[in-house]
């Protein structure tokens, strides 16, 4: 049973480019979650999902950010007119339950914005 | 404000040594999770404690959840090189629909 997938593992982009982050989750799971963690930090939650819905997106930037589960494929996670501070690794996980349960993480992508 | 503090941040000891990490909160969780992260990689679950009192051993790794369900605490008895990583702890506070992270604590075993 593969385990949560996230691609590309790295990615750079020139500031002002749009980064999109792909996840699909562990089969059978249907919440997704996105989290940014900076260097020496820990888990940031930006928010959560389930196929079509955005169920929770309180830990999102108002602007530049967005999030989507289609009901085929995988998550996209899209960041536009990218700008230094959002260099970062973004993790994405996946749970067979609600989101205060365990959660089953991906490899990360990790942005560099030059 | 950080709902889960963790400590020690960095733990830096040699093979054979034994360690505890500590996760505390001033909040009630119904459960709480441990995570290990290595570098350059996502989280990866070790353990759910659910019961206040709860213990679990994961070999050499043993989990305890406080009796008020506040805290937990992780024991690693004989640590190896192996057991290096950044150790997460969490969980949903009362009636939180989402999962919070512990600040971590950076271990580091040297042969």
């Known amino acids: 049973n593969a385990g949560v997938m996230q691609n590309p593992r790295h990615l750079v982009r020139r500031r002002g480019q749009e980064a999109r982050l792909r996840c699909s989750p562990m089969k059978g799971h249907s919440h997704v979650y996105w989290y940014r963690q900076l260097p020496e930090e820990g888990l940031k939650f930006m928010v959560y999902?389930?196929?079509?819905?955005?169920?929770?997106e309180s830990g999102m930037p108002k602007e530049r950010f967005s999030a989507e589960f289609p009901k085929e494929g995988p998550s996209i996670l899209r960041i536009q007119q990218v700008v230094r501070g959002d260099s970062a690794a973004y993790f994405c996980a996946s749970s067979p339950r609600g989101p205060i349960y365990e959660q089953y993480f991906g490899p990360g992508t990790r942005l560099t914005v030059t | 404000t950080q709902l889960l503090e963790q400590s020690p941040q960095f733990l830096s000891i040699q093979e054979g040594e034994n360690l505890t990490v500590y996760c505390n909160s001033s909040s009630v969780f119904s459960s709480l999770q441990w995570y290990r992260q290595e570098p350059g990689e996502g989280p990866v679950l070790l353990v759910t404690?659910?019961?206040?009192?709860e213990v679990k051993k994961l070999k050499r790794l043993t989990f305890q959840f406080g009796d008020a369900r506040k805290d937990s605490s992780l024991h690693i008895t004989a640590a190896q090189p192996g057991d290096t990583g950044l150790y997460l702890c969490a969980g949903a506070p009362g009636t939180a629909s989402k999962l919070t992270f512990g600040t971590g604590t950076r271990l580091q075993v040297t042969l």
């Open positions: 999902l389930q196929k079509e819905n955005i169920i929770d």
């Open positions: 404690v659910v019961t206040g009192g």
